[in-house]
């Protein structure tokens, strides 16, 4: 990954398997959104190629890529909801775009959705009148609105209060569960990584590359990599970790 001559990382080279929970860490400026973002395909790699499936993404066509980026939803650090809709309509507008269906069965998916976030109710609220965690939960709702097989967090705890962030790590982790939905997932937060995490990588911030990929807990215990056991030994008991099992 680069901007014209500056490197932000190189040789990157690990596989997310179906139905993990993956998370992208490492120190602040080490270019975990902007893998993301290349994940995604709003960036190019400067080398190298992202496989999805089979097939090679970076390598795809317009149409191709569309037709996969169907398959995902995205959160994003501030929920990115529209301010002029209501809940209801921020939730309805992919189905609206991707789906044909009428009016009542899209209205009580759009509840179905909010209430799996544990929004229901608040439908006809704007999202100026809730609170940030329930924005990120509103934004989730719309994210699994399309049924997604892979779910992209950028940060989700960001700007949450210990309690909220600890609410949204409990979701994803149901979500991932009960819906059988692959999450893809960047933060720097050790609480969250070690609550949700069934495998991840962490972004080597001084050799621009990675340090290491596996579970966190056995990073944080046997990696042979003094960067990633000092992050991940920062003031975290190992007694304290909650992370589920794969």
Not at 70 to 81: E, I, P
Not at 185 to 203: C, D, R
Not at 223 to 239: I, Q, W
């Amino acid at each position: 990954m680069a901007f014209g001559d500056f490197v932000v990382m190189r040789d990157l080279d690990f596989e997310i398997a179906r139905g993990d929970v993956f998370v992208i860490m490492g120190a602040s400026g080490c270019g975990k959104s902007t893998l993301l973002r290349h994940m995604l395909g709003l960036l190019e790699p400067a080398s190298g190629s992202i496989w999805i499936d089979g097939g090679n993404f970076t390598g795809a066509d317009p149409d191709e890529r569309d037709a996969f980026r169907r398959k995902t939803g995205v959160l994003f650090q501030s929920g990115a909801l529209w301010s002029a809709m209501t809940l209801r309509e921020n939730v309805a507008l992919p189905l609206e775009q991707h789906s044909a269906l009428p009016p009542d069965e899209l209205d009580a998916l759009v509840s179905l959705k909010l209430s799996l976030v544990g929004l229901a109710g608040y439908e006809e609220y704007y999202p100026s009148e809730i609170s940030g965690g329930m924005r990120k939960r509103a934004g989730l709702a719309r994210a699994i609105a399309l049924d997604p097989e892979i779910l992209f967090f950028d940060e989700p705890s960001a700007g949450l209060d210990p309690l909220s962030a600890r609410r949204l790590d409990e979701l994803i982790v149901e979500l991932a569960e009960s819906l059988g939905t692959t999450i893809v997932l960047v933060t720097h937060e050790l609480a969250s990584i070690f609550a949700v995490a069934t495998n991840s990588i962490f972004l080597d911030v001084e050799t621009r590359t990675q340090g290491a990929v596996g579970p966190p807990e056995w990073l944080r215990d046997h990696s042979e990599t003094k960067s990633v056991r000092t992050f991940l030994n920062r003031g975290e008991s190992p007694a304290s970790s909650t992370r589920r099992h794969p």
